[in-house]
Nanobody, 117 residues
């Protein structure tokens, strides 16, 4: 059974930091392309950051220089470091795993990030 379990969300003041984690099980983690998405109320889910199985990273423009995605293949975990948080970063953050050349596409349950003073 495939599971992606996110953790690390919470309430933080503007300018603060959080580190999100996504622990994967039931998949060959090192073979997966991993990503973090977010969805704010009444908005579409958007891709925030991705990291390929080879370690190549990409970010949406709005988080470049503030967020950093990384992965630990030995620990089957992908991380998202969120720095200099802004109120517009408030959303539910979801972990995603896909496998190139297949239709396999897995999601976690999400973790809430709220940026407010």
């Amino acid at each position: 059974q495939v599971q992606l379990v996110e953790s690390g969300g919470g309430l933080v003041q503007p300018g603060g930091s959080l580190r999100l984690s996504c622990a994967a099980s039931g998949i060959i983690f090192w073979f997966a392309d991993m990503a973090w998405y977010r969805q704010a109320p009444e908005k579409q889910r958007e891709l925030v950051a991705s990291i390929s199985r080879r370690g190549k990273t990409n970010y949406v423009d709005s988080v470049k220089g503030r967020f950093s995605i990384s992965r630990d293949n030995a620990g089957n975990t992908v991380y998202l470091q969120l720095n200099n948080l802004k109120p517009e970063d408030t959303a539910v953050y979801y972990c995603n795993a896909v496998f190139d050349g297949t239709s396999q596409n897995y999601w976690g349950q999400g973790t809430q990030v709220t940026v407010s003073s």
